[in-house]
């Protein structure tokens, strides 16, 4: 009988319900996986993230749980590294420090939040709350979530760096706002990362803020690869081009994920998923050749025309 997706996933959650899952695992599995180098200190970074926004607002729901801590295993088993959440987004930082302690908190782990208020004094509980949730003793990167309150988070953020309680300072945006603002920050600002909306489609940042990225030695974090699987289910209903073999990608995903990571600018990319089988797809874009900038912008006009 052939294995489908529905029962990767049964196994998956039988595993992590029994107690099956390994508490980290990475050497061969991860072998092959397209890293990048952080601009600020070299650092290697997985290509390919997990986001956490919707897909691991889970509660306490035992099943979802299981569910979500067999995406982890499997992300940190293909050479995983950043997981990115924020206090926006539910419950998903308690689900991450509650997968994160059943997987024995994997070495590879690059951890990636965010501070969310509007009232700087809030900030700093915030952080120490979204710290507790993970459960770790500090974070790789903080981010000032969709630029707010931004001035005086960022200083915030500067000093914890300084003082040892903060590898990497960061903003991030969403689709497509506050670009200009984001472009002062950059030029302004000694901060490590950007996160940003960039996608086939939404390619806005590719005249500016990516160049830009380059020009400042600034990481680039890309945010709804999939515009929330809209961007899947318009494509999916098309066959994928003669040519797709140039690009080293097998599945729409795999294609989509691809055009992205390939940007020389571009240090990763977070989809979110709550599947294994799709988690798997997604990590498998970061394996193989990488397109150049002409197959890349062959690949942008294919999914024009669609």
């Not at 997985?46 to 099943?63: E, H, K, Q, R, Y």
């Not at 208020?117 to 979530?145: E, K, S, Y």
């Amino acid at each position: 009988m052939p294995i489908t997706r529905r029962m990767l996933l049964q196994g998956a959650l039988a595993a992590a319900g029994a107690g099956l899952l390994p508490r980290w695992t990475h050497g061969a599995t991860g072998a092959g996986l397209l890293t990048k180098p952080i601009p600020a200190t070299g650092e290697a970074l997985p290509a390919i993230g997990l986001g956490s926004w919707i897909t691991f607002n889970v509660g306490n729901d035992p099943l979802l749980l299981r569910q979500c801590v067999a995406v982890m295993a499997a992300f940190f088993e293909l050479g995983g590294g950043m997981i990115d959440s924020s206090p926006m987004y539910g419950s998903s930082q308690a689900t991450i420090g509650h997968g994160l302690s059943q997987l024995g908190f994997p070495p590879t782990l690059f951890s990636a939040e965010k501070v969310w208020t509007g009232d700087p004094q809030d900030g700093p509980p915030q952080m120490a709350q979204t710290r507790a949730h993970w459960r770790v003793p500090r974070f790789d990167l903080l981010q000032v979530h969709n630029l707010v309150a931004w001035e005086a988070h960022l200083e915030t953020l500067f000093a914890m760096k300084a003082a040892g309680r903060l590898r990497y300072v960061g903003i991030t945006t969403s689709h497509g706002r506050r670009h200009r603002d984001v472009e002062r920050i950059m030029a302004g600002r000694p901060i490590d990362f950007v996160q940003v909306t960039y996608n086939v489609l939404d390619r806005e940042v590719e005249a500016r803020i990516l160049p830009l990225a380059r020009e400042r030695g600034i990481a680039v974090i890309a945010n709804r690869p999939f515009r929330r699987k809209q961007l899947i289910r318009a494509v999916e209903r098309h066959p994928l081009p003669p040519w797709v073999a140039e690009t080293g990608a097998a599945t729409w995903p795999q294609f989509l994920l691809t055009y992205i990571v390939s940007h020389p600018a571009v240090t990763c990319a977070i989809p979110a998923t709550s599947r294994v089988d799709h988690l798997r797809e997604n990590m498998g874009a970061a394996r193989g050749p990488m397109p150049d900038a002409a197959l890349r912008r062959r690949m942008a006009a294919y999914v024009e025309q669609l």
